[in-house]
Structure formats: C-alpha cells, structure tokens
C-alpha cells in the first residue's frame, strides 16, 4: 500500500512539473510598428518600428506557445493589395494583441480596410 502511495505521488509530482515547465515556455514577444519603417526597421523596438504588414509577418511566424503584443506608433497606416487593402493574419498562438503606443492609429486603404 505504502508504495502505491508513493508511486501515485510521483506521478502528481511529474504531472506538475510538466505543467510548470510548459508554462515557463510561453513568452509574450512584443513587436513595434510606425506608418513607415525606420531604424533598422525589424520591429525591435520604437526607434527601429516596421510597418504594420512586416509586424503582421512576424506576428504569423511566431511560435504557437507565444503571444503577440503589437504596439502601433501614431499616423496613418497606409494598407495596401487588391482588391480591398488587407492584412492577413493567420497568428495560431495564445492571444494576439494590437495596442496603440502613442496617439491613435488610423489604418487606411483606397477602398476599405479589413483585418482578416
């Protein structure tokens, strides 16, 4: 009996211990984006913002344990792509966040802007 008990606390034990190992995995990464691209422009920080589409990139391409925060500069961003201006996000992580840095945001197309 003793060593059933033991067996079976063991067993919890390693069953915490992956869950806390799983958890430690998943990171919030923050991406950083200005109506045009400046810096070194690989969406690291304010200073080298990339544009809105290149954050979405970035975004699709994290791993799936991740979530995203997109932090928007101030301006206009102009989309574009026919026949209506779209960003494609096909993100499959925890939460994806867009988030206005400073000011307001304005996305912008010819027609009709939409986020799909």
């Given at each position: 009996m003793t060593t059933r008990r033991l067996g079976i606390a063991a067993l919890a034990g390693l069953c915490l211990l992956a869950v806390s190992?799983?958890?430690a995995e998943a990171a919030t990464d923050s991406l950083y984006a200005a109506p045009?691209?400046?810096g070194a422009a690989d969406c690291s920080s304010p200073a080298d913002a990339c544009t809105i589409a290149t954050a979405v990139t970035?975004?699709?391409a994290e791993p799936v344990t991740d979530s995203v925060r997109v932090e928007?500069?101030?301006g206009v961003y102009q989309l574009s792509g026919p026949?209506?201006?779209v960003l494609a996000v096909t993100f499959a992580g925890p939460s994806l966040t867009f988030a206005a840095g400073s000011g307001t945001p304005v996305l912008s197309g010819t027609r009709s802007a939409g986020i799909m």
């Open positions: 190992a799983t958890s045009t691209a400046i970035s975004a699709n928007l500069a101030r026949p209506t201006p």
